[in-house]
């Protein structure tokens, strides 16, 4: 992340909304000038379009005499990433379903290159860059531990249940640019999508049903602060709506974390309620499993820490580190025999990460 740090070259970021698009820059892995927000007049090609590039262009212009190296943005899938194609079923970007070619057409009107990529995968390789993975790595580096991690999946809760993967160090795209967590089983209800009991709809469900109160036109938000006791309502139904929640995430988690074997970090105005998120993700995560034979087993094999717990990260940090001797010589080597995983909520946010992604991943491929 030192090398983003100090790097004087600008990139072009959007922040691609159904609503609004946001245009910035960013430089030396921070926001550079003002921002400057459009209509996207999503369901509109032609306004669209031409909102893009009266966006950029402006960026551009407010400038001046430097100039950018590159556009760098997410949009939301499906898509054809490395070639900036999008196309298919886009709720938010309804005029795009047929397909349009993005990229090629911001590159020929700006003459830089553009790299389009989806949101998860931006967050998660932001976190890892200058996020969730550095933090904890300076954080074992500190309490003395040799310990160091590389690989992270990262989380978003919202309207969807996002991801996305980096392996040490570098963005696991897929071949199909389609790393997915939304249609994972649902544990409850197998041939449901997990994404309709972790997202903001799951929350909202699941409070009217325990609630009674099924017509409701409450937010996670609100739902929240009723789980604080700071508005009123089913106190013991908000907390268990976000406790279900939880649990059903880490049922994935667990099976994305057996796979890729590294940190997990989760983002988005959800974990606001993380107090209320974090149990039932644990629970999960820890849960046990069964041979035919009956003999128990750990769902994840690794063992799983809360790093958001101090009590937790010095147990993680510590480890079960002891020395033992080279065969044959007085030699000692240390020897670490625990396999551990951490879970934690993005410190930098969702925004931030992404836009941070968006950066590294332009510079990452124009240094290639």
């Not at 990433?81 to 057409?105: E, H, K, M, Q, T």
């Not at 983002?267 to 995560?285: C, H, K």
Request: charged share 25%; aromatic share 8%.
């Amino acid at each position: 992340m030192s090398d983003i740090r100090n790097d004087s070259r600008i990139v072009l970021t959007l922040d691609a909304g159904g609503t609004n698009l946001v245009f910035g820059a960013m430089k030396g892995g921070e926001y550079y000038g003002e921002t400057l927000t459009l209509p996207s007049n999503a369901n509109n090609l032609d306004l669209c379009l031409q909102a893009m590039v009266l966006g950029f262009g402006t960026i551009i212009e407010r400038l001046g005499e430097e100039k950018p190296v590159a556009i760098s943005f997410a949009f939301p899938g499906p898509a054809d990433y490395p070639n900036g194609i999008i196309g298919g079923f886009l709720p938010n970007f309804p005029s795009f379903r047929d397909g349009v070619a993005l990229g090629p057409f911001l590159k020929e009107k700006f003459g830089v290159p553009v790299f389009i990529n989806n949101d998860g995968d931006l967050y998660a390789y932001g976190e890892a860059l200058g996020g969730a993975l550095p933090e904890i790595n300076a954080k074992l580096a500190e309490a003395g531990s040799a310990k160091r991690y590389h690989n992270l999946i990262g989380y978003t809760f919202g309207t969807g249940f996002g991801v996305g993967t980096v392996i040490d160090g570098r963005l696991n795209r897929g071949d199909n640019s389609c790393v997915e967590t939304f249609c994972l089983k649902h544990p409850d209800w197998p041939d449901i999508i997990v994404e309709d009991g972790v997202s903001i709809r799951a929350i909202r469900r699941v409070y009217g049903e325990l609630s009674g109160q099924k017509d409701h036109n409450l937010s996670p938000k609100d739902i929240g602060a009723i789980a604080r006791g700071e508005a009123p309502g089913d106190k013991e139904a908000a907390i268990k709506a976000f406790d279900k929640m939880g649990e059903v995430a880490g049922d994935a988690m667990a099976t994305a974390v057996t796979l890729i074997d590294g940190l997990i970090v989760i983002g988005g105005g959800i974990m606001n309620n993380a107090e209320f998120l974090m149990p039932g993700i644990l629970r999960s995560m820890r849960a046990k499993m069964h041979l035919l034979t009956g003999e128990e087993l750990d769902r994840v094999q690794m063992k799983v820490y809360n790093l958001d717990n101090a009590s937790d990260f010095e147990d993680f940090a510590r480890g079960d580190a002891r020395t033992i001797k080279v065969y044959g010589s007085d030699n000692e080597v240390v020897y670490d025999p625990q396999k551990r995983v951490g879970v934690m909520r993005s410190k930098i946010g969702a925004s931030k990460a992404i836009s941070l992604g968006a950066y590294a991943f332009a510079l990452a491929e124009l240094d290639k």
